[in-house]
């Protein structure tokens, strides 16, 4: 006997539980962004997903729509993703921002085949226009020293950007346009730029991958009596960035060639660094600068 209370009893707590699973009233999540940046248009896009897993909502009869500045403006459901409501709502002239909630309308099948209208209403939701932002980059990709736009809206001349964690040489064009220098940096890596100033600090642009560039040296090779001195020609493509471009010079006969440190100076494009002949020898010199190709100049001193 009290084996089979047991389990009738079990029975309607199964019964129940699922009565109550499918009886769940509709839910909301907003699709919409807190921060939208600004149009010329001033229409925004207001968008919510409507989860609804109760079995006994009629389909067809759901409606959603946005009250927004006391205005219900109606949704459109997405014809892919049937949970998926949007519609276009045109801020009025002079405000920055918007208060609006979800509501949908649907009915409820009943065991005796009526129908029961429902209604819900979603929490109470805010946007807010953005007017600094960052659009893109003007290329992706590039070598050392070359100028890379970027695109935007409330840029200023205070505005700097940062490649891979280093400052950049920057010039302000205006409110919409910056522009930046690809530091000297390794090749072959896709480094993150940064927008750095205004109230929202830090703003991610996107990634920047840096190609190696032809580093030529004049002449290709030579030859110098020991106590003589001829001079090595350095030349780039694009003048050199903020900081100049550090070009090292190693040699397998170090006591056969004596030469100064090579660094092109910013905003130049070459230079010239004399070499001294010392003990007599043949080897070579293996130049290379972050972002370049690597060059070997065969020498000899006699």
Not at 130 to 146: D, F, K, S, T
Request: glycine content about 10%; some cysteine; hydrophobic content about 35%.
């Amino acid at each position: 006997m009290h084996q089979a209370k047991f389990r009738l009893t079990f029975l309607i707590a199964i019964i129940g539980l699922g009565f109550l699973s499918s009886c769940r009233q509709p839910t909301f999540i907003n699709l919409t962004s807190q921060n939208i940046n600004q149009n010329p248009s001033g229409i925004y896009t207001l968008q919510t997903e409507v989860d609804i897993q109760d079995r006994r909502v009629v389909k067809d009869s759901i409606s959603v729509s946005v009250i927004v500045g006391g205005e219900s403006i109606p949704m459109v459901v997405d014809p892919v993703n049937s949970g998926l409501w949007s519609c276009d709502y045109k801020l009025p002239q002079g405000f920055d921002e918007a208060t609006y909630y979800f509501q949908v309308k649907y009915s409820t099948k009943l065991n005796n085949g009526a129908t029961k209208p429902g209604e819900i209403k979603s929490d109470l939701q805010v946007f807010r226009l953005e007017n600094r932002y960052v659009g893109n980059l003007a290329a992706y990709r590039g070598p050392v020293g070359v100028e890379i736009a970027v695109q935007g809206r409330g840029l200023t001349k205070y505005d700097s950007i940062t490649f891979g964690d280093k400052k950049t040489q920057t010039r302000y064009l205006s409110e919409n346009e910056l522009r930046f220098t690809v530091p000297a940096l390794p090749s072959g890596v896709d480094y993150p730029v940064q927008l750095i100033g205004g109230p929202h600090g830090a703003l991610d642009i996107g990634n920047f991958r840096i190609d190696k560039s032809p580093l030529g040296v004049v002449p290709s090779s030579l030859e110098i009596a020991s106590g003589d001195s001829a001079n090595l020609l350095f030349k780039i493509d694009y003048e050199a960035p903020s900081g100049g471009l550090e070009i090292e010079v190693k040699t397998n006969i170090p006591e056969s060639v004596v030469m100064p440190v090579a660094k092109i100076s910013e905003g130049d494009r070459t230079i010239n660094i004399p070499v001294q002949g010392g003990a007599p020898g043949e080897g070579k010199l293996i130049i290379t600068a972050p972002g370049y190709d690597s060059v070997e100049i065969p020498v000899r001193v006699f």
